[in-house]
Each structure stands twice: as structure tokens, then as C-alpha cells.
């Protein structure tokens, strides 16, 4: 009987030995469950513009009304343009300040929004004159200068507008940051933002083109340009001069006459959206 026993033992020891020896037979560990990783667009604090202000503003929310039809088509036209040509960024610029620029750059990025696919990120490159947070009702408490100069990362400053818009704009300018679109920490930290963010269009309210070398020295960070003429206000000279400066430094993807009034009629008021 003892002999028994001794044998069974043994028996039970060698196939421990065995199973040991077979990883295929090994229980793995328990340890922690890997981590999902963070996307950057769920780190931005969501945000909805006021209603009131965007009106106010002119941003129109829907294609209803005529103005709401241009931008649409504005909006429609730009991403084939952009999708023929591999192109990713687009500038907006003006000859000159009380065009409309920003305008009609938050009206192309809050278009943007409304597609039921695609994401958009929306940057306030005019240093001098950011506009763009009081046009979309927006209170950042950093700058745009402070995210392109790395003191502050673009997560933490930029916002959500319907999930699929972030935005980057400033409240006020300050002038130790006029240069700051001439460093190649700018040029750094935008790549950045496309390679976290992967949006399939950037927008950027640059300043106006007269006046400053902001937009030459910004043009070789973007793949393209809107230019955009006042109707009654620039002159064919600014918007040809503007256009032909432009042009020997970055693509120009069109020029847009803003505050026309004499196309209003064309749109179809009885059409369904």
C-alpha cells in the first residue's frame, strides 16, 4: 500500500513538472487590463456658442436662409477642391481689415459641423486682431500664441463645438507674441495638432494681407488660400495684387466676394431643407 502511494506521488509530481514545462499548458498570469487610449477630442471641454451671438454675428446655423445656401456651397466646393488636390489646410486672408474675413471663416467652420462625417479644426492665426472667439461667443482662458509657443498644450486650450469642431482662438492680443507666426515651434506644434487631432480640414483666420508679413510667413504652413474681397470695398487692384503675392508662395484656392447684395435673389426660398 505504501508502495502505492509513493508511486502516485511521483506520478503527480511529473505531471506537474510536465505542465510546467509546456507554456501551451500554462495559466497565464492576471494582471491589469490594458488601457484605452484617450483620443485628444475627448479631452476638450464641449461648448455651445450662443444662439443670440451667432446671429448676431451673422453665423448662420442652417441652410435655410439665402446667406446659409452661399456658405454651403462655399463649404461643398472648398472640400472637393481640397480632396482633388491632397490638399489639408486652408488660410483665409483679406486685402485688407472690414472684409469679412473671420466671418466667413466661422461660417465655413460651423458649416463644417453640421456634416454628419469629417472632422475640422478651426485655429485664430490673426495675432494682432483676434476676432474669433467674440464671433463664436467663445471665453479662452489661454491664447493662441501660448498653444504655438508650447506654454500650453492644445488640449487644454482648445474647445468642442458639436463633437467634431475643435476651435483655437484667443480673446485678446498681446504684442511679445506678434512674431510668433515666424518660429519653427509654430510650424512644430501644428503638425502636432494634425497628427493628434486627424481632422480631414484645417481652417486658419490669418490676418489681413496689407500691413503686416504675418501671411507670407504663415503661407508655407498651409497648403492653400481664400481670399476674401468686400464688394464696394476692395478694389480689383488689392484683390489682384493679393492674389498675385500670395500665389508665389502657396496655392490660391479662390477668392470670395463677400457682402454682396445683389445675388440674393437667386436663392430658392421655397426649396426644402
Same mark, same amino acid.
Given at each position: ?38 483620443? +485628444?477630442? $475627448?479631452k476638450?471641454?464641449?461648448? /455651445?456658442?450662443?444662439? *443670440?451671438?451667432? =446671429?448676431?454675428?451673422r453665423?448662420?446655423?442652417? %441652410? ?5 445656401v ?16 491632397g ?8 486685402p ?22 469629417g ?9 494682432f ?39 483655437c ?5 498681446? +504684442?511679445? $507674441?506678434?512674431n510668433?507666426?515666424? /518660429?519653427?515651434?509654430? *510650424?512644430?506644434? =501644428? ?6 487631432? %486627424?481632422p480631414d480640414i ?24 481664400v ?21 508665389q ?16 435673389g ?8
Open positions: 500500500m505504501e508502495r502505492l502511494q509513493v508511486a502516485v506521488q511521483e506520478a503527480r509530481e511529473r505531471r506537474a513538472r510536465l505542465t510546467e514545462a509546456d507554456p501551451r499548458t500554462r495559466t497565464p498570469a492576471l494582471g491589469p487590463e490594458p488601457e484605452t487610449p484617450v483620443s +485628444p477630442w $475627448d476638450l471641454s464641449n461648448v /455651445t456658442p450662443p444662439r *443670440r451671438r451667432l =446671429l448676431r454675428g453665423i448662420f446655423l442652417n %441652410a435655410r436662409a439665402p446667406g446659409g452661399a456658405i454651403d456651397l462655399l463649404r461643398t466646393r472648398l472640400l472637393k477642391l481640397m480632396a482633388s488636390n490638399w489639408k489646410r486652408v488660410m483665409i486672408t483679406s485688407n481689415s472690414g472684409c469679412g474675413k473671420t466671418n466667413v471663416c466661422a461660417n465655413l467652420a460651423m458649416a463644417l459641423s453640421r456634416r454628419p462625417e472632422r475640422a479644426v478651426l485655429i485664430d492665426l490673426d495675432v486682431r483676434p476676432s474669433l472667439a467674440g464671433t463664436l461667443g467663445l471665453n479662452p482662458t489661454a491664447g493662441v500664441a501660448d498653444v504655438l509657443t508650447g506654454r500650453v498644450a492644445p488640449s487644454d486650450q482648445m474647445v468642442s463645438i458639436g463633437g467634431n469642431l475643435a476651435v482662438a484667443s480673446r485678446s492680443a498681446h +504684442p511679445e $507674441d506678434a510668433v507666426l515666424k /518660429t519653427r515651434k509654430a *510650424r512644430e506644434v =501644428l503638425d502636432e495638432i494634425e497628427r493628434d487631432f %486627424a484645417m481652417l486658419f483666420d490669418a490676418p489681413p494681407f496689407f500691413g503686416t508679413d504675418a501671411v507670407i510667413a504663415a503661407s508655407d504652413m498651409v497648403d492653400c488660400v481670399i476674401v474681397g468686400a464688394s464696394g470695398e476692395s478694389s480689383i487692384d488689392q484683390l489682384d495684387r493679393t492674389e498675385s503675392d500670395l500665389s508662395y502657396t496655392n490660391i484656392a479662390g477668392i470670395v466676394l463677400n457682402k454682396c447684395r445683389y445675388l440674393a437667386d436663392s430658392d426660398a421655397a426649396y426644402p431643407q
